[in-house]
């Protein structure tokens, strides 16, 4: 018994060791987690450029030869394969392999369609680089 007497404090300079390294770990995570919500909100609540806003069509004008079943224009004639299919997140890292005309027309089919401002908000900022 008196071996584990001797052990005691040992065990509790370990214990306060580990309990200081999860509470590192701990507080990481929490400022990470901070960082990325941050991000997330400023990327939401930001206004998109003043060019991206554009009204909405009126429904009246919609040409519906033009446009496919999904209202989206014909996403096939895009530089993108199976681009209504594609999560923003996916599109906005190929734009910028894109030529000018490329992402015009792509541009053109997000307005017309689902209107992603991660997309129309990527593109802006490609149209005003030099």
């Known amino acids: ?21 999860a509470r590192f770990v701990g507080k990481l995570a929490v400022d990470q987690g901070l960082r990325e919500l941050r991000q997330r909100v400023e990327q939401v ?9 554009t ?9 519906d030869e033009i446009l496919s079943p999904q209202g989206t224009g014909d996403a096939d004639a895009l530089a ?12 906005v890292g190929m734009l910028h392999g894109l030529e000018a ?10 307005r017309a369609g689902r209107g992603r401002r991660t997309i129309l908000g990527k593109l802006a900022q490609l149209r005003d680089r030099p």
């Open 1 to 21: 018994m008196s071996g584990l007497v001797g052990q005691v404090p040992a065990v509790v300079e370990r214990v306060r060791r580990e309990i200081v390294l």
């Open 45 to 53: 609540s930001s206004p998109p450029p003043p060019d991206a806003v």
């Open 55 to 63: 009204p909405a069509p009126d429904p009246g004008d919609v040409d």
């Open 80 to 91: 993108l394969a199976d681009y209504d299919q594609l999560p923003a997140s996916d599109i």
């Open 101 to 110: 005309d490329e992402r015009d027309a792509i541009e053109a089919h997000e």
